[in-house]
């Protein structure tokens, strides 16, 4: 079976950096590319296991910042001669300089868009007339993560985390079963458990079964029904445990 999502929520490669160097407070005048480069290729290894669509920047991103990360492995030389006509600096350029640069020149645009944004939601509280029936035109609501502390990221680095512990809890031999479940009836299992634990759950505790199929599968269910507002995610503080609550019992007659 092959589930494949696109997300509009992601925005490109430099948001990707921006929420990494955010998460791991990290000063963007000083990337410790090493590390940063680690957390961007694990994310993008997280989006290939689950089936998405990987746009051809993210890749030249990773490429990037690989380069990056071989020039600051390699040793300063110094030249033996100079050309006195030549005007130098008396220090070779920092490789991440460039990558520094856009970042910033994207977070001022990001910022930009957020403050328009609201200013576009405020003059939307306005009428020169009552408010026309558009239901007809419409269109499908965008993902919404229920809490605007919450970003895919934050699940995705969620989702890591649950790999790596399916993986260490695994048994040395065990019978492959393959029992196929679609995401549909994943979401009204997802729905009927949260119903009976008063509508409030751990994140890992949705995924009781070790097989990846079946991991992959609630975890899309999990972002279906954030798409479809039926239920809501909320964390408490950076690295906290994620909690998934249902939107009321009333939905579990719908599915």
């Known amino acids: ?14 948001d990707l950096l921006l929420h990494l160097i955010n998460r791991l407070e990290i000063d963007i005048y000083d990337i410790p590319v090493a590390n940063i480069t680690e957390q961007y290729l694990l994310y993008i290894h997280t989006m290939k296991d689950l089936q998405l669509d990987v746009a051809s920047e993210y890749l030249v991103m990773a490429a990037t910042l690989l380069a990056i990360k071989s020039k600051m492995l390699l040793p300063k030389q110094e030249e033996d001669q100079f050309d006195e006509s030549f005007d130098f600096e ?11 640069e ?9 910022e930009a868009a957020t ?10 509280l306005m009428y020169t007339k009552p408010p026309s029936d558009l239901s007809d035109y419409s269109r499908e609501a965008a993902l919404d993560l229920g809490n605007m502390d919450i970003s895919l990221y934050d699940m995705l680095g969620a989702f890591q985390k649950l790999l790596r512990r399916k993986k260490l809890q695994r048994p040395v031999s065990t019978k492959i079963s393959r029992q196929e479940i679609s995401i549909e009836k994943r979401m009204a299992e997802i729905l009927e458990l949260l119903g009976r634990f008063n509508h409030r759950k751990s994140f890992y505790e949705l995924f009781p079964v070790p097989e990846k199929e079946h991991i992959v599968v609630t975890f899309l269910a999990i972002l279906e029904l954030m798409k479809r507002k039926e239920i809501s995610i909320d964390q408490e503080s950076n690295f906290a445990e994620i909690f998934v609550s249902s939107k009321g019992a009333e939905l579990l007659g719908n599915h």
């Open 1 to 14: 079976m092959q589930y494949n999502v696109k997300f509009d929520a992601f925005e490109g490669p430099l």
């Open 90 to 100: 008396s220090e070779e350029d920092d490789p991440r300089n460039e990558l520094v």
């Open 115 to 124: 403050d328009l944004r609201t200013m576009e939601e405020e003059r939307g």
């Open 102 to 110: 856009r970042l910033i020149e994207y977070k001022k645009y990001k």
